[in-house]
């Protein structure tokens, strides 16, 4: 199998606090990870691509010092929404896949359940 | 630059059978992925294609033709539990996934 998950499903905080959302491989060793957003009936939005051990590369337009990711293992990779504002509410969905770079259906990404944020 | 095509939304009949279309031009290709995401819900994995033809899965099928940039996704015997956005992604020449924007799919009984 290919199984990820998120942690928390549901979050909601207060402006200016800091969050952080955890999402494990938990059948199979991701050596990339991957976040993204999306906001309602709107298309997935990848915000950063994480390797295991080095720092994320980050899309345009995604704050990094916003958006703090860790990947300090093969199963776990962390992001950190800081000082959150009502506008950062979002579907945050990791996922992960099993090789990098060498093609084949091991690119496959499967996803974790997703994180629902509500920053009020 | 690099594009993904799908229809936007479309309707089918319980019970009878869909095509969604997906056309790309990428730099590169390196597969071509089909996700289901129902509503509120993150995606999950459909097929996977790299070779030109036909993936059959149950009542999924997914083509590919690599010299049209197109594929498409044939869903048989429909049920309402199709009912769900579908999701065409091409990998690049650098591993990168690009994404569609999705095709509403809304089932009437």
């Known amino acids: 199998g290919a199984v990820v998950s998120q942690h928390p499903s549901w979050v909601i905080c207060k402006s200016g606090t800091s969050v952080k959302i955890e999402c494990r491989s938990l059948?199979?060793?991701?050596?990339?990870m991957f976040w993204y957003r999306q906001f309602p009936k709107q298309s997935l939005m990848l915000m950063a691509t994480?390797?295991?051990?080095?720092?994320?590369?980050?899309e345009q337009g995604v704050e990094k010092d916003k958006f703090l990711i860790n990947h300090a293992s093969l199963t776990l990779s962390t992001l950190t929404v800081t000082s959150a504002h009502p506008e950062d509410s979002s579907f945050y969905i990791c996922?992960?896949?099993?090789?990098?770079?060498?093609?084949?259906?091991?690119?496959?990404?499967?996803f974790g359940p997703g994180t629902r944020l509500l920053v009020l | 630059g690099q594009n993904i095509d799908q229809p936007t939304e479309m309707t089918a009949t319980e019970g009878a059978i869909v095509q969604i279309n997906c056309t790309y031009q990428?730099?590169?290709?390196?597969?071509l992925f089909w996700y289901q995401q129902h509503a509120g819900e993150a995606p999950t994995f459909l097929s996977y294609?790299?070779l030109d033809g036909l993936e059959e899965k149950g009542r999924f099928s997914s083509f590919l033709s690599r010299s049209k940039g197109y594929s498409y996704l044939l869903l048989k015997e429909l049920q309402m539990k199709d009912s769900a956005s579908y999701l065409c992604?091409?990998?690049?020449?650098?591993?990168?996934?690009?994404w569609g924007a999705g095709t509403k799919l809304i089932i009437k009984p």
């Open positions: 059948d199979f060793q991701a050596t990339t």
């Open positions: 996922s992960a896949k099993k090789t990098s770079g060498r093609g084949g259906p091991q690119e496959t990404q499967y």
């Open positions: 294609n790299v």
């Open positions: 990428t730099s590169g290709f390196n597969g």
């Open positions: 994480s390797n295991e051990g080095s720092k994320a590369t980050y």
């Open positions: 992604a091409v990998m690049d020449s650098n591993y990168q996934l690009i």
